[in-house]
C-alpha cells in the first residue's frame, strides 16, 4: 500500500513539472 502515495506522489510531481515548464515557455 506504500507504493500507491510514493507512486501518486511522482505521477503529481510530473505534472507539475509540465505545467511549470509550459508556463516557463509562453
Known amino acids: 500500500l506504500k507504493t500507491i502515495p510514493?507512486?501518486?506522489k511522482k505521477?503529481?510531481?510530473a505534472k507539475?513539472?509540465?505545467l511549470l515548464t509550459r508556463a516557463?515557455?509562453?
Do not use: D, I, P, S
Open 6 to 8: 510514493e507512486f501518486a
Open 11 to 13: 505521477v503529481n510531481a
Open 16 to 18: 507539475m513539472e509540465r
Open 24 to 26: 516557463g515557455e509562453l
